[in-house]
C-alpha cells in the first residue's frame, strides 16, 4: 500500500478529464479519482483527495485500483472521445487495465448522461493482484459515509446525497480494501442509488461502446485545420465536457482553489459559469462548425439576460444561481497543502462592464447561422438592445476588469473594448434584420466608443494602448483589439502596442496578465490564455514564424494527455491555477486555426 506522502508526492496537474455534460471526474497517472463532484460540477466532491484530507489519510477522498508491486504506468485517451485508459505494470511483467469514462449517449431520443462514472478493469497480463479503494467523503472531506453491502453493490449514504456502487468485484473485499488476484475482468459503476436494468459487466462494456461511439460521431464532424488536429480535437472534446448541459452554461474550469503559482494564496473556485469565459468557448466551438454547444448556451444566456434587472453580474452558477457567497474551508490543507480552499466566488458581486459585449458577442452568430434549429430573431434582437444600452452607458465608468480586481476601479480598456464590441455587433445583427434605422443608432455609439479608446487608451510614453484610460501600465488584454475587429492587425499602434507587450510582459513564449501589482503583489505565473493571444497577434501581424515557434513551445508544455490548466510557472514550465481551463483550451483551438496550413495545400 502507499504511503500518504507517496499519495501526496504524485499529485500534479498530470490528470485526465473525463465527463458527460453532467459530472466530471480527475483521474491522475496511476489511475486514482481525484475529483468528482456530484450531482453537479458545482456540488461538494464526493472524491476529493485533490485538496487533501483533515486526517493525513491519502486514501481518503480516492477511488482507486492498486497494483501489487507496480512499478510503471501508462495513460492516454481513445482516440476522439472522453474515455481514458490507465495502464498499471508490477514488477514481474503482469499488468492491468483500467477504463474511464462517464457515460453519455442518445437514448429513446434523448442524451443519456447521469451522474455516474464507469470503471472497467481487464488482465493485460499474468495473473496480478490488485486492491480496490472506494472512499468517497460528504462536506469537503469532513463526513465519512455510512456504508451498507449488498449481495453486488455498496451503498455509501453521505449528507445531501446516497451513493452506490455496483460492482461484480467482491463487495467484501472493495468495502475493506483487501488484496486479491484478478481472474476476469470486473466493472464498478458509481452514482445514483438506483439498481441495474441489466447485469454489472454486460451494462458496463454496452455503456463504454455507445459513449465512445458518440464522441467519435460528435468529433468527427468537428471542421478541423490541418494541422494540430489531435491537440485541436482534444481541446474541443475538453470545452464540451465544460457544459452543464441541463441548463446549457459552461464552468471556466473543474476546480476550485489550485493555487496560480506555488504558495500565493491566489485560490478561488472556477467551478462556475463566466459570462466572458462561455462567449470564447462558443467561439472557439463555432470555428470547428461544432454550434451545438452555443445552442445550449444561449438557452441560459437568454435566461441570464431576460431575469436581469438592470445590472448583470460576471458570473452565476449554473443553476442561474446569482449569489455565490465564497468562503474558506479550514478542514481542508489543499492542493499539495497549499491552502485556502475557497468555496463561491466574491467576483459575481462585481461590476465587470466588458460582461455586456460578451453577451452580445456570444449571441451574434444566432442571427447570422443558417444551420442553427432556432436562429435569432427581432425579438432576441431588441432583448440584446437592452444589453447595448447598458455597454454604452457603462463604456467610459470603472470597473473592477476582467481580470477581477478586488480592492480598486478603473475605467479598463478593456472593458471599454467590449462594450465598443456590444455596440459594434447590434448595428451588424440590425443590418442583416433589415433594420435600418436600429442599424444606424448602434454605429454611430460604436463609432463614438471608439473614438473615446483611441483618444483615451493610447499611451504615446509607452507607444502602446493601456490598461485603463488615461494610464500608463501595460496589459495583455488589449491583445483582443485584433481579434474583435475594432482595428486592423496592420494598424500601426496595434503593431506597437503588440511589440511593448512583448518587451516587459513575455518570458519566452510565457506571458503575464499585466505589469501593475494587484491585491497579492506582482503576478509571478504566467498567464496561458495571454500567450496564446500573443501567438494570434503575432500571427495577424506576419510575424507567423515567429508565432509558430511560440506556439509549438506552448503546445510542448501541455499534460501528457494534452490538457493545460490556467497558469504556467515560467522558470520551470509547470503547470498551475484551476484545471483543466477553459481559456487555455480555446487559446489552443484559436491559434491551430490561425496558424494551419490551408486543406488544399494538402489535398
Sequence with gaps: MQSTEAKLRHLSMNMAVIGNCSVSALIDTQGDVVWCCMPRFDSPPVFHALLGTSSGDGEAGRLLVELENMVRAEQAYDQGTAIVRTRLFDTQGQAIEITDFAPRFYQRDRMFRPAQLVRRIRILHGHPRVRIVVRPGGDWGQSEPEVSRGSNHLRYVLPGVTLRLNTNAPPTYVAEGTWFTLHEPISLIFGPDETLTAGIEETARDFEEQTAQHWRHWTRRLAVPLEWQDAVIRSAITLKLCQFEETGAIVAAMTTSIPEAADSGRNWDYRYCWLRDAFFVVRALNSLSEVGTMEEYLRWLHDVVSGASGHVQPLYGIGLERTLTERILPNLPGY????????????????????????????????????????????????????????????????????????????????????????????????????????????????????????????????????????????????????????????????????????????????????????????????????????????????????RECFEALMARRNHVGLLSEDMDRRTGELWGNFPQTYSMVGIINCAVQLSAPWDSAV
Design 336 to 547: 499539495r497543502g497549499m491552502g485556502p480552499v475557497r468555496v463561491g466566488n466574491q467576483a459575481y458581486e462585481h461590476f465587470q462592464h466588458d460582461v455586456y459585449g460578451n453577451i452580445v458577442l456570444g449571441a451574434a452568430q444566432a442571427f447570422h447561422d443558417h444551420r442553427l434549429f432556432r436562429r435569432a430573431d427581432a425579438r432576441d434582437f431588441h432583448l440584446l438592445e437592452t444589453m447595448g444600452e447598458k455597454a454604452w452607458h457603462l463604456h467610459d465608468q470603472p470597473d473592477a476588469g476582467m481580470w477581477e480586481l478586488r480592492t480598486r476601479a478603473r475605467v479598463h480598456t478593456s472593458s471599454s473594448l467590449m462594450c465598443w464590441a456590444a455596440c459594434d455587433r447590434l448595428a451588424k445583427i440590425a443590418f442583416s434584420l433589415a433594420l435600418p434605422e436600429r442599424a444606424m443608432h448602434w454605429r454611430t455609439r460604436a463609432d463614438l466608443i471608439h473614438r473615446r479608446i483611441i483618444e483615451c487608451a493610447w499611451s504615446e510614453k509607452r507607444q502602446a494602448f493601456v490598461e485603463s484610460f488615461g494610464g500608463s501600465e501595460l496589459d495583455a488584454s488589449v491583445l483582443l483589439m485584433a481579434e474583435v475587429g475594432f482595428l486592423p492587425a496592420h494598424d500601426a499602434r496595434f503593431v506597437s502596442t503588440v511589440n511593448a507587450l512583448e518587451s516587459t510582459l513575455c518570458d519566452g513564449p510565457y506571458m503575464r496578465r499585466y505589469e501593475a501589482e494587484d491585491d497579492f503583489g506582482r503576478p509571478e505565473s504566467a498567464f496561458n490564455v495571454c500567450a496564446f493571444w500573443r501567438v494570434d497577434a503575432l500571427a495577424r501581424i506576419g510575424r507567423v514564424q515567429e508565432a
